[in-house]
């Protein structure tokens, strides 16, 4: 498809591998363009055979210079949609009676404060009216969902984004939508190879979601089906 004005258009932070990068390339396979970020330059990418509708682009969202730079560079742009879904998975088998300030502040850092700092620099990009902004949440971190504590550290830097995101919803002023995203329990490094779904399923998932909710003005906490998930 030659390059349109009138495709959508995608910013995605975080788009190397696993979630990130599948979604880029559904979004991509539905026609859209996409500018997909990366942590640092690739040598190669499976998203350049998409040539003129993909950009790439660089940043790592705890490094404040990047972020600064980064955004300068996409800010006269306008996205149909900005999802953030860059994020980590806690420090492996620990609980908050062992975790290091360090790991603690770094895993915080990733998965809430991190990505709604970003959302507030890339606000103006995102499209009046119809345009979205999406965060990676899990259903993890459902407060009334995951009553036995699962993944203890990782559930409460996603519980905080979910938290931080109400904030900033309370905060805004434009007209948009934003939805908090539980992709399901997904094969990528991150879900490990015994997850329930493949990346196909649930970025073919997200995407319908995307398209679904585009104009509604609404702040939602959905999972890759649109179904509804308590705070
Ligand atoms: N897989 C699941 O079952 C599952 C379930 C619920 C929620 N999620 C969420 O979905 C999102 C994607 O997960 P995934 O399964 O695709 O994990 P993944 O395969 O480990 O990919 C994580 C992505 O985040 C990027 N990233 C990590 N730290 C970053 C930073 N500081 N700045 C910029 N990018 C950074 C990684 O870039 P590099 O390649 O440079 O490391 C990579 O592109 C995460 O937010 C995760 O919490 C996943």
Redesign the pocket.
């Known amino acids: 498809m030659a390059k349109s004005e009138t495709a959508k258009a995608a910013l995605i ?8 990068l599948g979604l880029a390339k559904e979004l991509l396979d539905r026609g859209w363009r996409v500018t997909a970020t ?2 640092s330059a690739p040598k190669s990418s499976e998203l350049l055979a998409y040539h003129d509708r993909v950009t790439l682009d660089t ?4 490094n404040p210079s990047m972020v600064d730079a980064f955004v300068e560079r996409v800010k006269h742009e306008v996205f149909d949609v900005v999802f953030i ?4 998975g806690g420090p492996p088998g620990k609980t908050a009676a062992d975790v290091t300030p360090e790991e603690m502040t770094h895993l915080f850092m ?2 809430a404060i991190s990505p709604v700092r970003l959302a507030y620099k890339l606000l103006p990009t995102v499209k009046l009216e119809t345009g979205i902004l999406a965060f ?1 949440s ?1 259903v993890l971190g459902s407060v009334e969902r995951n009553t036995h504590g699962t993944a203890p550290l990782y559930s409460a830097s996603k519980a905080a984004l979910n938290q931080l995101t109400r904030g900033f919803v309370a905060e805004l002023k434009e007209p948009i939508t934003v939805l908090t995203l ?2 399901g ?2 094969k ?4 490990g190879p015994h ?1 329930a779904i493949d990346v196909p399923t649930s970025v073919k998932g997200l995407a319908d979601v995307l398209e679904a909710k585009a104009g509604s003005g609404v702040h939602e906490y959905l999972d890759y089906r649109g179904e509804s998930i308590p705070w």
Do not use: E, K, Y
Not at 85 to 88: D, E, F, L, P, Y
Not at 188 to 191: A, E, H, S, V
């Open positions: 932070v975080g788009a190397s591998r696993g979630l990130g990366v942590r940043v790592d969202i705890n879904n860059a994020g980590i990733t998965n990676m899990s539980h992709p329990w997904v990528t490094d991150m879900g997850a």
